[in-house]
T-cell receptor, first 113, second 115 residues
Framework: DQQVKQNSPSLSVQEGRISILNCDYTNSMFDYFLWYKKYPAEGPTFLISISSIKDKNEDGRFTVFLNKSAKHLSLHIVPSQPGDSAVYFCAASYGGSNYKLTFGKGTLLTVNP | DADVTQTPRNRITKTGKRIMLECSQTKGHDRMYWYRQDPGLGLRLIYYSFDVKDINKGEISDGYSVSRQAQAKFSLSLESAIPNQTALYFC??????????????FGAGSRLTVL
């Protein structure tokens, strides 16, 4: 049973517009959520995280929103740039086992010039 | 040089062969991990190690073994490779982060094809 779900395999947006990547989870024990970005032929790189005690975390053009009641989080990229084109993975962990990250399947974002 | 280096980057082998994927890091992190990625699937944890003497199975350890030769080196072995082990393998490192998010630093990946 997949505990972290990214239901959109791909997303295409125009440069300058907002990109919204979504992630749903089923395990209410998760208390940290992370987003990773992956370019082809490279390993995933950490982008941004959020604690379950917060509902928003912002870092430059990237903002993550957490809705605990809906078990849903989203990553907003504003404005989107062609260099943002990559696969984005949502991941979650909990408590004393926070070294175990549970990943979603990823969403391929394409930002068109 | 990369913080986390994986070798080989690509490998094609035959069913039944023994394969070793190697990982070395310059981050100075105690924790090291091996993940596997399959098309359309997220990353799944194979093994993890908190230090040289502490090695633990992840969610998909069957058919794999690991060795932590030093703080900086963590290798993954497939004793007898089978086609469904064809995948992209990632090594990662992290520092203890209680409380807080466990931020992993990944290598570039090793693509393994088992024929």
């Amino acid at each position: 049973d997949q505990q972290v779900k990214q239901n959109s395999p791909s997303l295409s947006v125009q440069e300058g517009r907002i990109s919204i990547l979504n992630c749903d989870y089923t395990n209410s024990m998760f208390d940290y959520f992370l987003w990773y970005k992956k370019y082809p032929a490279e390993g995933p790189t950490f982008l941004i995280s959020i604690s379950s005690i917060k509902d928003k975390n912002e870092d430059g053009r990237f903002t993550v929103f957490l809705n605990k009641s809906a078990k849903h989080l989203s990553l907003h990229i504003v404005p989107s740039q062609p260099g943002d084109s990559a696969v984005y993975f949502c991941a979650a962990s909990y408590g004393g086992s926070n070294y175990k990250l549970t990943f979603g399947k990823g969403t391929l974002l394409t930002v068109n010039p | 040089d990369a913080d986390v280096t994986q070798t080989p980057r690509n490998r094609i082998t035959k069913t039944g062969k023994r394969i070793m994927l190697e990982c070395s890091q310059t981050k100075g992190h105690d924790r090291m991990y091996w993940y596997r990625q399959d098309p359309g699937l997220g990353l799944r944890l194979i093994y993890y190690s908190f230090d040289v003497k502490d090695i633990n199975k992840g969610e998909i350890s069957d058919g794999y073994s690991v060795s932590r030769q030093a703080q900086a080196k963590f290798s993954l072995s497939l004793e007898s490779a089978i086609p469904n082990q064809t995948a992209l393998y990632f090594c990662a490192t992290s520092e203890p982060s209680q409380p807080g998010a466990n931020v992993l630093t990944f290598g570039a990946g090793s693509r393994l094809t088992v024929l």
